[in-house]
């Protein structure tokens, strides 16, 4: 960074930061609401993912489910440690909710979040049985994938490394989540259930991506924390999410 460039041109012309200490305040709430959502999230999934460990029909079932659990909440302790360089009290965060609450399964999440509790709103419906859990986690495993890409190019370079570091393994889950959903698919008797549960996540996963303009996005553009746009992130992931259903010989909703 030059003398006479300020930090958000130099963040705006694709400039790092590696520490907290230069970090604008607008930008240091961007990227700790960022970070926040992330550790929510991971948090939530693990918890509420964490039922299905029971619900799995077989014994690869249940390593998969499991591994799941342990390393989305790996995933969140990594990033956690970041805010704890922003001062954030990292054991009082840990009890600050209940990961595993969850609202009924058709009320409405309040976009303003609920008592600053960060995680997406898919995260606040429950899991009712395997299947459900699988298509879920294939659903939202094809997003997590492609929000993360997005993420790994972040202007906090101590972020995007970590970002970076768990990709593969959140790419994995979703792997594992597409091999259960196979299996489902081999049941004919089962097709119209896997269906119903594709109908129900299909518009929560999707509404993960933020709406199609947002004021937001241009500041997170500005200061190099994000990069594509919603509605494209979005449009990706309807893409893939088709993919993986067609090889299932299931057809998307519309």
């Known amino acids: 960074m030059t003398s006479d460039m300020s930090i958000t041109d130099y ?15 607008l930008y240091r709430a961007e990227l700790m609401r960022m970070m926040s959502s ?4 991971e948090l939530a999934g693990s918890a509420g993912f964490a039922a299905a460990i029971n619900w799995a029909p077989g014994i690869s079932e249940r390593i998969a489910a499991s591994r799941i659990v342990l390393e989305k909440a790996d995933h969140a302790e ?3 440690a970041l805010m704890a360089d922003f001062g954030t009290d990292v054991a009082l965060y840990n009890r600050a909710h209940s990961w595993s609450s969850r609202l009924s399964r058709d009320q409405l999440v309040d976009p303003r979040r609920m008592g600053g509790d960060m995680r997406l ?7 009712e049985d395997w299947m459900d859990a699988v298509v879920m986690n ?9 929000q993360l890409e997005e993420m790994s190019g972040a202007s906090y370079a101590p ?11 959140e790419r994995r889950h979703m792997e594992l989540g597409v091999e259960g959903l196979n299996a489902l698919c081999d049941n004919d008797e089962a097709r119209a259930d896997v269906l119903a549960d594709v109908a129900y996540w299909y518009p929560r996963v999707a509404e993960t991506f933020g709406p199609a303009v947002s004021d937001r996005f241009a500041r997170l553009q500005r200061f190099g924390l994000r990069h594509t746009e919603n509605e494209v992130l979005r449009t990706r992931w309807r893409e893939a999410a088709k993919r993986v259903l067609d090889e299932c010989g299931l057809q998307a909703p519309h």
């Open 11 to 25: 963040l705006a012309e694709g400039g790092k930061l590696s520490s907290p200490d230069n970090a604008p305040a």
């Open 38 to 41: 992330f550790v929510d999230s």
């Open 78 to 80: 990594r990033v956690l």
């Open 121 to 127: 709103s898919v995260f606040h419906y429950p899991l």
């Open 138 to 146: 294939v659903l939202m495993g094809i997003a997590t994938v492609i």
């Open 159 to 169: 972020y995007a490394e970590v970002i970076r570091a768990v990709l593969p393994r």
